[in-house]
């Protein structure tokens, strides 16, 4: 008798995946499974099985059946670099930056983290959560299914603990998961601009402790460049979050090239994100620590900064590398990972393989959610998305319009807009 | 007594808009209008007026009322510049380019424009209609309610008819306006590759005049390019199309500088379209002839093309520039105009409202139709959309996602994707 399921999928042209629960590296990035003629089985929030439609209809009974209409079935999106939590959006300063205001001409007018700053602190906890949710929202309607969500415009110990309790509630009533990021790390408060060691020593004595005390994040980021922390700075800190339980992440080498990349590898961080100007060393170190290099190929663009990171010699060195957007409001205001994927494959390179499993398996492993989310395979959380594109290819072929037509998150539609 | 009218519109935090029926050129393409407070009244298929909220609804009693919910009316998009007729995509042929193959050996695998010439010879009309119908619908999703609709992959007499009633075809059943441009001169077809004079004669000859008898394209376009059409081809082309009763539209100096912009000039065309090769020259023949430069700044992006076209040099020299997608299934695979003024923000650094202009009613000016769409003012026809974002100049400043909410073509709503 057959099996009686929560859910079938069926009628997609191709069902496509990384699999495994380790980042796939090097030539193994591009090595997805692509099952055409095939159905897929969903029971109690995770995938059953994947397999040729006539015996699946043998096997299961399903409670309902979504029919792909010619698309393309892919895994959640995994969003693994995002500043989620704002309170003001910043398109003065990009007209501005985009009419040829430099960075310090910006900050003088008030842009720049600072005005961010600004706005989440005058903000209630209340006003932050209804914009993240809204947020979220759209996250969903894209495709991405699990978020990473930094703190990191509030920089006191009130308004960091405020932002984080902000992505607790927020992933507490919505389909997204969210990885909640400490980065108190993120630039220097005013009050502290003339004296930054004690801002450093309130990070290790006092926010570190208090944000593990509380369980309110997983992560602990750092924005490492001459300019806000050094090296002997970010180091401290790291080492005193990873003394504390918290898992490393790193912003490096993103505008100059410091060695960012190097620390990450000596302290075993779990990513180290933008890299544009990593040197060769710096790409052997995380190499051989194993550390997920997390790309963001829009932010250059959006910022007009001519380096590009070198995907491409990451993958031949036998990097896993994951992408990301960095959704944030003055670097980088998109919230699309197929965004991401036409420009990684314009800019990096990438293959549209490629792509995928960096903007799924490689980005879940860099979470720590390598072995629940971030490929189709049976005993995964059931984050699936349906694409209304003849061929998995399209996701960078395409620009500009959201391809995604249903959403499924833990085994539930959340988002069905397919015209029929 | 209040007067009757089908549709109001209100709540929104901005109406924005050029005015006019002429191209804005130089400065005059920022000058935009914003309202605040405003609302927008519509009857029979056109705009009525625009003004504060309170008279409006006394003077006014609308059938219909619609709520922007604090988002920003804007007119419909005008893309000025499209490929829309083609019967096979090529994400094949993109991965190869990103994955490094050249133009040349794209072409020895089967790829380029005679892929997509392959493509729709062996399509039927009814197939090409469905196709089509379908990219209309992703334009109007995304806010496109006027395009320009070239030929250009049939490159024979038959098939370029073909296309042309396909245009004419789809264009009847659909709230989207389309503008037919015949584009025989895109490329020499195979059977012609060894006698090109043979294959100009026969444009000359045959094609044009069959085309202008049917009346099915108001513009004769050509690829002005030194391996497809030179100059002298061009100019005989074109003076016969001329001659015909066609508008003329070139493509020219997108590779190399040819003077293709200083022979649009000459002729008294109505846009030269690309342009990122343009010389001084050039640029000041346009200025001086009021030939509209149609600017694709997505086309050298996606094909990896590092010159990019001196807009704001054209906009110093009092050009008056649109904005298009070039949507095609080789160069620029999108339909978004947002996507585009992004990028023209980024690349070109013109201001959201210079994009706004650009992406209105100077591309309806050069579609010959800046007295009927392109701007939100009394008597013209009411394409007018609604986008859930805060500020105009978030067409710019966020990215990857559809703002575009509400699209009202001809003064009737064909899509509202409001959640509430």
Redesign the interface.
């Known amino acids: 008798m057959a099996q009686a399921i929560d859910l079938m999928l069926r009628g997609a042209r191709q069902i496509v995946t990384a699999t495994g629960s380790q980042p796939r590296a090097g030539a193994g990035l591009a090595a997805i499974e692509i099952h055409e003629n095939a159905a897929l089985a969903i029971d109690d929030g995770c995938i059953l099985e994947i397999g040729p439609v006539a015996p699946m209809e043998k096997r299961y009974q399903a409670r309902h059946t979504l029919d792909a209409e010619g698309g393309v079935i892919v895994p959640g999106f995994v969003d693994a670099h995002t500043h989620p939590v704002f309170a003001t959006?910043?398109?003065?300063e990009?007209?501005q930056r985009?009419?040829?205001a430099t960075y310090t001409e910006i900050s003088q007018a008030g842009g720049g983290i600072l005005s961010s700053v600004r706005g989440v602190r005058g903000a209630s906890k209340e006003e932050l959560v209804a914009r993240l949710l809204l947020h979220l929202d759209?996250f969903l309607?894209?495709g991405t299914t699990t978020v990473e969500a930094k703190s990191g415009y509030g920089l006191s110990l009130e308004d960091e603990l405020k932002c984080l309790e902000v992505i607790a509630l927020a992933g507490a009533q919505h389909p997204v998961e969210l990885v909640p990021t400490f980065l108190g790390a993120h630039e220097f408060p005013p009050e502290f601009r003339d004296r930054r060691g004690a801002y450093v020593d309130h990070l290790v004595q006092d926010m570190l402790p208090a944000v593990a005390e509380r369980g309110l994040a997983e992560y602990c980021d750092i924005f490492t460049e001459a300019h806000v922390f050094g090296l002997d700075d970010s180091r401290r800190i790291l080492e005193r979050a990873r003394e504390l339980g918290f898992g490393l992440r790193l912003h490096v080498d993103q505008l100059t090239p410091l060695g960012g990349a190097e620390l990450a590898a000596e302290l075993g961080a779990a990513s180290a994100d933008h890299l544009e100007f990593v040197s060769d060393h710096g790409i052997e170190s995380l190499g051989a620590a194993g550390v997920v290099p997390v790309l963001c190929p829009l932010v250059p663009?959006?910022l007009?900064v001519e380096q590009e990171v070198p995907g491409r010699r990451m993958v031949s060195a036998g990097l896993a590398p994951a992408l990301a957007t960095d959704f944030n409001p003055g670097s980088c205001?998109?919230?699309?990972m197929?965004?991401v994927m036409t420009w990684a494959?314009?800019r990096l390179?990438?293959?549209?393989a490629e792509c995928l499993t960096a903007s799924t398996l490689n980005a879940a492993c860099s979470l720590g959610r390598g072995a629940s989310v971030g490929s189709l395979e049976p005993g995964k959380r059931a984050n699936v998305l349906i694409l209304d594109q003849?061929?998995y290819?399209?996701l960078?072929?395409?620009?500009?319009?959201?391809p995604v037509r249903v959403v499924i998150a833990g085994g539930k539609v959340v988002r069905d807009a397919r015209r029929s």
Chains 1, 2 share one sequence.
Not at 333 to 336: D, F, P
Not at 396 to 402: A, L, M, T, W
Request: charged share 30%; proline share 5%.
């Open positions: 959006t910043r398109e003065v990009f007209e985009t009419q040829g759209r309607d894209m663009l959006y007009r205001y998109t919230q699309s197929p965004e494959a314009l390179r990438f293959s549209a003849p061929d290819r399209h960078c072929y395409e620009f500009g319009r959201n």
